[in-house]
């Protein structure tokens, strides 16, 4: 990295919340319970409920070799701001739905929706490892804990008014809108998100590209992956994403079952059970970030994911009358805020400087895929339930179960990560046979 192109800590600390805050606005608009329930609405039904919910991560997959890209878009900056792009306008097509017009001359409107969300996604998920490995370059090592704590700050603070505003919104038209101007409302909605989002790009324009002074194995992919996936420590982080991508992911259409019909949760409750977790989380985060700095985030980050673990069997517990409960299961997940930082920190510690477009892809967009096959594979089995006559809640039931005992097991692989906290990055580090 070029040491004399490089900004203010502070700078980009700015240009990144900003762009951090105006993103999740668009982003909680144009996905989640928004896109489910319009979905539902157009006639989904729970297989590509399933299939919908698990898109965003699944397709990012391909993602990993973005860094083929590179020679054509010039830098990660460029790349990130050309996906952007892509991304948003492909989007527009799933807005396109609401419009009566157009959505009678669709053979199979929730099939577009789809294929629309499909590769607007994966541009995307393109644009997100651009977007995450020029940040590595943008902020010294010894600030990166605050820094990622800062910004998932921003998203939280966005996370606690623009979904649930949008919730009430969402709520309202359904009882007060007759049935035929519900499309419109959605319409609405999804145009603003998208526009939220492309307005997320403003910010980091002024930031520098900060690219690799000397490029060596970025544009060869598979012997990139092979290097990577040779390091010890790396390899076990990843095995550690993917093991708690697979638990997560499971539980997708289980805990959308519970919601949608044992809970009979309105879109607002739902949402005041995410503000408590997102409360909790943003105390959690500014905490994190200091201590990251200063300790390391091995030990951290194996502790507090013990502790969110055992938000999930609360679920079980609750029923339509006693649906409070779920405030306790979402207060300890909040503690997912120290992993979200503390992961990113040993990743790009254990990755090779500025050209960890790879391994970034590798740790996060593998997991995507681990965590899209399992809940697609969690609802498929749910439909198939539904379809033998059986009871949808005890399938459910199981599936959670199985997902807490992963939640517990995964963290368990970073127990065999080496924290590099004090020391410099260590590229060489020891391989085993």
């Given at each position: ?86 991304s948003r306008i492909i989007a527009l097509g799933i807005p396109l739905c609401a419009i ?54 921003a998203k939280l603070v966005i996370l606690l008014v623009v979904p649930l505003a949008g ?267």
């Amino acid at each position: 990295m070029d040491s004399t192109n490089s900004p203010s800590v502070s700078l980009v600390q700015k240009a990144v919340v900003q762009n951090q805050m105006l993103w999740t606005a668009g982003y909680s608009l144009t996905s989640g319970s928004f896109l489910t329930y319009f979905a539902r609405e157009l006639g989904a039904d729970w297989t590509l409920i399933s299939l919908i919910l698990v898109i965003p991560e699944t397709i990012g997959v391909l993602a990993i070799w973005s860094s083929r890209l590179l020679p054509m878009s010039g830098s990660r900056k460029q790349l990130w701001w050309i996906s952007s792009w892509i991304s948003r306008i492909i989007a527009l097509g799933i807005p396109l739905c609401a419009i009566d017009q157009i959505r009678v001359q669709l053979p199979q409107p929730v099939v577009w929706l789809t294929v629309c969300l499909a590769i607007s996604q994966l541009f995307q998920a393109i644009a997100y490892l651009a977007y995450l490995s020029w940040l590595s370059d943008l902020v010294p090592e010894t600030n990166w804990g605050r820094f990622l704590a800062r910004r998932n700050i921003a998203k939280l603070v966005i996370l606690l008014v623009v979904p649930l505003a949008g919730a009430f919104l969402r709520d309202g038209w359904k009882t007060e809108l007759p049935s035929e101007k519900t499309y419109a409302a959605y319409l609405i909605v999804f145009l603003v998100g998208n526009v939220l989002q492309l307005a997320s790009l403003w910010p980091m324009r002024k930031l520098p590209t900060v690219e690799p002074m000397v490029s060596s194995t970025r544009h060869f992919v598979f012997s990139h992956l092979k290097l990577a996936w040779q390091k010890r420590s790396f390899r076990y982080l990843c095995l550690y994403s993917w093991s708690l991508a697979i638990a997560n992911g499971v539980t997708q259409s289980a805990f959308f079952h519970y919601r949608y019909e044992v809970l009979h949760l309105s879109l607002v409750n739902g949402f005041l059970l995410l503000n408590t977790m997102n409360l909790i989380k943003i105390p959690l985060s500014e905490l994190a970030g200091r201590w990251i700095d200063r300790y390391g985030a091995r030990r951290l980050l194996w502790g507090s994911l013990m502790v969110a673990a055992l938000g999930t069997p609360i679920w079980l517990m609750s029923s339509e009358a006693t649906w409070g409960i779920l405030f306790l299961a979402h207060a300890l997940w909040g503690f997912y805020a120290i992993a979200n930082i503390a992961q990113w920190q040993l990743v790009w510690k254990h990755s090779p400087q500025s050209e960890n477009q790879t391994e970034l892809g590798l740790f996060r967009q593998m997991g995507g895929l681990f965590s899209g096959l399992s809940g697609f594979a969690g609802g498929l089995w749910l439909s198939r339930v539904t379809e033998s006559g059986n009871s949808v809640t005890s399938g459910a039931t199981a599936i959670i179960l199985i997902s807490f005992a992963l939640r517990l097991l995964a963290p368990q692989w970073l127990l065999l990560v080496k924290d590099p906290q004090n020391q410099e990055k260590d590229s060489s580090e020891t391989h085993d046979s």
